[in-house]
């Protein structure tokens, strides 16, 4: 049975979701989503990949400043939402959003909760050399991210896997996780379970000064810390180049043999001696310019082996 819904959402990862609810049919009433931004050339105004959707199907879209007025509030329950979907929407929702649908809000987290409630589960997920993560559909509360479990699917995290790549693989796997979970609901089969205390860890938002690479810590650190990082914001080390101290970004990096004084680069291959054990860099990217091979960057840049890096 179709269901009415409305859904919140902003980044691309929550678009998956918001086609495959929409592909199985499913009367989307309305979308929630962040007001559009300034970005780009001309500093143009840019709306959420989630509008962008919503638009392209004729969806109406609501970007409120707060959720917290009496007005917010009317205006949601107005819309006579079976469920309310959440995806990575990006504001609290208060007690009152919360109770509006007749069946309640659904979120899907991308982590195995209760590890890694909050706001940046993927990244901390690798920064934390986590073998696996996945994604959960959970129904929503008033705290952060502690509501009971619904459905969850597992996934292994590579070695050498960046955060862009498995944001786009939980990505899609939510969208097929969500799109079941709804088919259960629709069927009144759809169960929780409360998410067990122990275990609970807080993923934290990314800020700009984790990004450098500290070179004294050990190696798998120090690799964990570059691929948890990529794309965005993307961790950095600084070096001459020939112009002064300028800031290069690690994109791929690998576990690779070898030792020195923390920074020092030891081979034209771009190993760089880490604390303990080193890393190779296999992607960079200089201010203003295109990703190179670690190589290719080499033979440009003025480093040669026992340059030290920052």
Known sequence: MPLRIVFM???????????????????????????????????????????????????PVFHPKTLRTEEAAATFASLGADVG???AYGMILPKAILAAPALGCLNLHASLLPRWRGAAPVQRAIMAGDAETGVAVMKMEEGLDTGPVAMVERVAIGPDMTAGELHDALSRLGADLMARALAALSRGALGFVPQPEDGVTYAKKITNEEARVDWAEPAGAVHNRIRGLSPFPG?????????????????????ADGGGAPGTLLDSAFTVACG???IRLLQVQRAGRGAVSGEDFLRGARLVPGARLA
């Open 9 to 59: 959402g902003t980044p691309d990862f929550a678009v998956p979701v918001l086609a495959e609810i929409i592909g199985q049919g499913h009367e989307v009433v309305a979308v929630y989503t962040r007001a559009p931004a300034q970005g780009g050339r001309g500093m143009a105004e840019r709306p959420s990949p989630v509008h962008a959707m919503a638009e392209r199907f004729g969806i």
């Open 85 to 87: 979907i959440v995806v």
């Open 235 to 255: 961790a950095y080390f600084e070096a001459d180049l020939g112009k002064g101290q300028e800031r290069v970004r690690i994109l791929r990096s690998t576990l």
């Open 276 to 278: 303990a054990g080193a």
